[in-house]
């Protein structure tokens, strides 16, 4: 294996560092003047909150910055596996600062936070990433894995609402509820057999062949390994939306039955 340059180094530190201050200082600071509610959460909900919030960012900055890769970094859709991988990498470490900082935050908050999926999703996606930030390989399917952070928002919101007393058949709820699902499958489920039929398509290549035997394990068993997890969340995703939307119809039409019968 080869050791992480400087530079990775300094952007994993810094992005570590930031992230940590986001869910001390930052998000706290914001959330109490933004939304009363904030105030009225426990202790231990306020860490959740925090923690959520800290994620909405990642997220946001990581998935915008990963959508201008996809569609303007030409050297990775004409090389995948050995193109130029610099900004690839600079997205790469700043999720790798944040994944360290919610790892951290999870061991030392894990009755608020922890959760052993999460643990498992995220050093799957370390391993992968250390061959990435190392040796620059698998740029393309790198970055299209980070594509997948554009659903978290959703699935955030979802429980911000939840703790400010938004009942789950309000719109803003089922809004968003349906926003989720749709975003999480078109962003992690969707794109499975584009991805893998990419990969797929690399296999006995001698751009594959190159690649040391550390970095094909890394690159397929994360693969696989995080998107069994994106499948399981999946079907409690649709499972969950169904049953509100079913509940949101019945309501209506309960309502609509007592019109009739005032009228």
Request: proline share 4%; hydrophobic share 45%; net charge positive.
């Amino acid at each position: 294996m080869e050791p992480l340059s400087l530079q990775v180094l300094v952007v994993v530190t810094w992005s570590f560092l930031g992230f940590q201050w986001l869910f001390h200082r930052g998000s706290p600071w914001v959330s109490q003047h933004l939304s009363k509610g904030f105030l009225r959460l426990s202790p231990t909900q306020r860490t959740e909150w925090n923690s959520r919030a800290v994620s909405t960012v990642h997220a946001l900055v990581v998935g915008l910055f990963c959508l201008y890769i996809y569609i303007f970094d030409e050297p990775i859709q004409k090389d995948p596996v050995w193109g130029d991988a610099t900004l690839v990498k600079l997205n790469v470490a700043i999720t790798s600062g944040y994944l360290i900082s919610d790892l951290l935050l999870m061991f030392t908050s894990w009755e608020s936070i922890g959760e052993k999926y999460f643990v498992i999703h995220h050093f799957a996606a370390l391993y992968a990433y250390f061959y990435v930030l190392s040796q620059g390989i698998l740029p393309y399917f790198a970055n299209f894995r980070l594509l997948s952070e554009f659903s978290t928002p959703f699935v955030n919101q979802r429980w911000f609402f939840h703790m400010l007393g938004y009942h789950k058949l309000s719109k803003p709820s089922l809004v968003n509820g349906v926003a989720m699902a749709f975003a999480f499958f078109l962003v992690r489920i969707a794109v499975i057999p584009g991805y893998y039929s990419h990969m797929y398509s690399v296999f006995g290549t001698d751009d594959f062949y190159k690649l040391p035997l550390g970095g094909r394990s890394a690159w397929v068993i994360s693969s696989v390994s995080l998107d069994v997890m994106n499948i399981m969340w999946m079907r409690r995703i649709i499972r969950g939306c169904l049953k509100v939307l079913h509940s949101a119809w019945s309501r209506k039409a309960g309502t609509e039955m007592e019109t009739r019968k005032t009228d």
